[in-house]
Structure formats: C-alpha cells, structure tokens
C-alpha cells in the first residue's frame, strides 16, 4: 500500500516562505507524476504543481514564480517551496502521486497565511 506523508505546513505572516515536503513510502519513480494540490476552505481542490517521470514540471498559472516543486530518489521525497505567501495560498496541501490511472493521496498538511 502507497503511503505519502506530507509535513512542513503552518502558520506564516504574508511574504514568508515554507518547504512543504512529502515523503513516499514507495520508489517515487514507480510514479507517472507527483505533485502537490490544495483544497481552501469552501472551496474545490486545486492543482498547484506537478513533476513527472522526466521531471517535466507544471503550475497552476498564477503560483508560477513564486512555487517550486522538486525531487529527491534517494530520500524518496518531493518538495514544494513557496515563496512570499500570500493570505490566499490559506489551504491544506495534499501530495498526490499518480501509477496508471491510480491516485494516491497523503493526509495533507494545513498552510495558514495571515498577520
């Protein structure tokens, strides 16, 4: 059984910056793709950003530049950094990592953005 655990949220005022980390329980190459989603409140899940096999990258559009997702083999982990936080980026981020047309899901790990 595929297991993500996800840590390195928390409360940060506007214009901080956090490394959500999510750590596979599994080779995360076994993975088609990896990334990151995050569901505000009352609102719908959302991609944020994704890596694939290749290391191909991609971003929601307006988190481009301020989100970097990245990969580490050995430690069987992916990253995402979040530069100069915004009261919107308020959320809990979830790490997904996808085989076929399977999606595993961590538990999330709540971002809360506000002075």
């Known amino acids: 059984q595929v297991q993500l655990v996800e840590s390195g949220g928390g409360l940060v005022q506007p214009g901080g910056s956090l490394r959500l980390t999510c750590a596979a329980s599994?080779?995360?190459?076994?993975?088609?793709?990896m990334g990151w989603y995050r569901q505000a409140p009352g609102k719908e899940r959302e991609l944020v950003a994704t890596i694939n096999l290749s290391g191909l990258t991609h971003y929601k559009d307006n988190v481009q530049g301020r989100f970097t997702i990245s990969r580490d083999g050995a430690k069987k982990t992916i990253y995402l950094q979040i530069l100069d936080l915004e009261p919107e980026d308020t959320a809990v981020y979830y790490c997904c990592a996808t085989v076929l047309s399977k999606y595993y899901w961590g538990q999330g790990t709540q971002v809360t953005v506000s002075s």
């Open positions: 599994e080779n995360i190459f076994m993975f088609n793709t």
